[in-house]
């Protein structure tokens, strides 16, 4: 005989919902805070009664020559791929040689790789532009991606290694003995199996490389180099005000490409960072 | 063209942390061309490691590996030849299907790997003929993952006979089959290899498969060869107590005792259950070399329930089990569980037990070896 009231399984349910919820809008308020600041037209926005809502901060921050945004986007986008697509084939290889070859050392790469990811940038950023500038590399493309691929090479090595290691070795040994070299093994075998693995490492390297702040702030001075963070950052109103309105305009036009990379390519990420979590 | 194998005084050893662990020991074995020859042991003996080491995808510490002419693999002279140039072709336990590829790419791949790469036309007959070899040709455009077992084991035999290779290496491959299903496949595999008339290593833990599928077998145990010679042969003259007890099933029954003369001057082996009387010509013979201890070992079906007092040994059935076309009393005993195979039923409770005097074999108590 079912009892009145509220079934469990329904209020499981519900409290579940009501987590997720909560979890949600702790998230997403600050984006969503942003994003209404951004279609806001005035800068007192939080003490006026009435908003006017435009898209004047978006126009302003696209075209005007003293912003620089478009400089800095394609700063960001052309040092996040490079070290992305760089990384990515970097630790795809090494990935594979660790978890799949014996030889000495094939346990301490990953921990030193590891271990150096794990210098907080502050202490290694001020040497490093010393040499930099001694190799006229300050305010480069190129000093920013050799710091931000060393850095993030541990993050793609890891979540390959992990990844590789659910692929049966037996599949390797059976494309040796069918006549193919170990290259082979590894374009025609390997990488199309650890696909969903590459590409999530890939994509978070670049969503790491998109988001820093310090080495691209220290290491560039203009908008010939500097990415979006450290651009925003700079941004100034005329009368040396902070020009929320811009500088929220700016901030949600830099986020949308990595927000939809993510939603379009979830499905990827989820698997590539389970990957050794669960037996296949 | 069909290639003998060689194998001559191969070692394996795996250095680890803890130091040196060798799993091969001084392995010579000579493999005629077409032979069927099957690789027996249990698990962790080597004999995984040791195909490995034909296929190449293992490098031998000492000794040398020769494929028809070619040494493909000799440490002490530098030599070794990788996998992909050995052209051996592999079957494995998991099948190691591609998962990415279709029946009909897993088939054509050893063929894409050739140098010079066949033509398209050429790789896809060959590949139609594996399939209507093996009857998979509907099959030819599915994934792997939409298969059965039994199919998946016929793609794999498909891909490793595709590039008509001089070698055939078979880890376990019916290990992961249904029992009805291994059975089948079993005498299929044997028929193809037949066929096709190509050199064949087959490792298997299975005695049964051993025993039905080789022409030859060698029982492996801890890294060395045990015996060496046809399943028949292995069968009724097993070299030692790990051959007598792991070929054949039921196994081998075995009693320990010390040979001595009952109160009416008999030659007796006087076990922890009691003594075995030992026929009048083995008991003399074992006298006259002077041995002290033996192990008796006799199969199953060459003892025979009698009434108590009428055989060798009395003792006591505990159980009958009907497997069919025969019965297994089983006598639960201080030297172990012993295994009686009989045509008619025999009633638990006391019995005697004949054994065939012709079919005794001793083996010595230290050595464990056979004597003759």
């Not at chain 2, 001559?8 to 020859?37: A, C, Q, Y």
């Not at chain 2, 007796?268 to 009048?280: F, H, N, Q």
């Amino acid at each position: 005989m079912a009892r009145p009231g509220i079934p469990e399984e329904t209020c499981k349910r519900i409290l579940i919902a009501a987590g997720a919820a909560l979890l949600l809008v702790f998230a997403l308020s600050p984006f969503f805070w942003m994003l209404w600041v951004s279609l806001t037209s005035r800068p007192d926005f939080l003490f006026t009664k009435t908003v006017e809502y435009t898209l004047a901060n978006y126009t302003n921050v696209l075209t005007s020559p003293t912003l620089h945004f478009t400089d800095y986007f394609r700063n960001s986008l052309i040092v996040a791929s490079v070290t992305a697509v760089a990384v990515t084939l970097i630790a795809s290889v090494a990935g594979y040689a660790v978890s799949r070859m014996r030889f000495p050392g094939r346990v301490a790469i990953p921990l030193f790789v590891l271990a150096m990811s794990m210098f907080p940038p502050i202490s290694i950023v001020g040497y490093l532009y010393q040499w930099f500038s001694s190799l006229g590399l300050v305010n480069t493309h190129a000093a920013l991606i050799f710091p931000y691929s060393a850095l993030t090479v541990s993050l793609a090595l890891w979540i390959n290694m992990s990844y590789f290691a659910q692929i049966p070795v037996d599949l390797d040994r059976a494309a040796l003995v069918d006549g193919a070299s170990r290259m082979a093994v590894l374009f025609k075998i390997v990488f199309p199996l650890a696909l969903p693995g590459i590409f999530s490492a890939f994509l978070l390297v670049f969503i790491a490389c998109f988001n820093e702040f310090l080495f691209a702030l220290m290491l560039t001075i203009d908008p010939f180099a500097q990415t979006l963070p450290v651009g925003i950052a700079l941004f100034e109103g005329l009368h040396g005000e902070v020009p929320w309105g811009n500088l929220m305009a700016a901030s949600a036009m830099a986020t949308l490409p990595l927000v939809a990379l993510t939603l379009i390519f979830q499905k990827y990420i989820v698997q590539g960072l389970m990957g050794g979590a669960v037996k296949g | 063209m069909a290639c003998s194998v060689e194998l001559k005084n191969v070692d394996k050893s795996f250095f680890t942390l803890r130091g040196r662990v060798d799993v091969m020991r001084g392995i010579s074995l000579h493999i005629e061309p077409r032979e069927l020859f099957v690789l027996l042991g249990p698990s962790g003996c080597g004999k995984s490691t040791l195909l490995n080491m034909i296929a190449g995808l293992e490098k031998p510490t000492a000794g040398s590996i020769t494929i028809g002419d070619a040494v493909v693999a000799d440490p002490g002279r530098g030599v070794f030849i990788d996998p992909f140039r050995r052209n051996v072709a592999m079957v494995f336990q998991s099948y190691a299907l591609y998962p990415h590829m279709t029946v009909r790419a897993n088939i054509a791949f050893p063929l894409t790997n050739l140098k010079p790469r066949p033509p398209a036309g050429d790789i896809g007959r060959k590949v139609r003929e594996a399939a209507r070899l093996l009857r998979i040709e509907e099959l030819l455009d599915r994934k792997p993952a939409e298969l059965s077992g039994g199919q998946r084991q016929r793609v794999a035999i498909g891909r490793a006979v595709v590039r008509e290779p001089k070698v055939f290496l078979m880890d376990e491959p019916l290990s992961n089959l249904d029992a009805q299903l291994r059975t089948e496949m079993r005498a299929q595999l044997k028929e193809l290899q037949r066929r096709l008339g190509i050199t064949t290593v087959y490792v298997t833990h299975d005695q049964m498969e051993a025993m039905t599928l080789g022409d030859r077998i060698a029982v492996l145990n801890e890294g060395v060869i045990q015996q060496l010679g046809t399943p028949a042969g292995v069968y009724a003259h097993p070299s030692n107590v790990f051959v007598a007890r792991f070929v054949g099933s039921p196994p081998m029954n075995l009693f320990e005792g010390a040979v001595k003369r009952d109160e009416n001057t008999r030659v007796v082996l006087r076990t922890a259950d009691g003594d075995i009387l030992l026929p009048e010509r083995l008991g003399a013979d074992l006298v006259a070399q002077g041995k002290e201890r033996c192990i008796l070992g006799i199969r199953p079906e060459h003892i025979e329930p009698v009434a108590a007092g009428q055989g060798n040994f009395d003792s006591r059935i505990s159980v009958v089990e009907n497997v069919g076309s025969e019965y297994l009393a089983s006598l639960f005993l201080k030297s172990g569980h012993i295994v009686v195979r009989a045509q008619h039923e025999p009633q638990p409770g006391p019995a005697g037990l004949r054994f065939a005097s012709d079919r005794l074999h001793v083996f010595d108590a230290g050595a464990r070896s056979s004597v003759e």
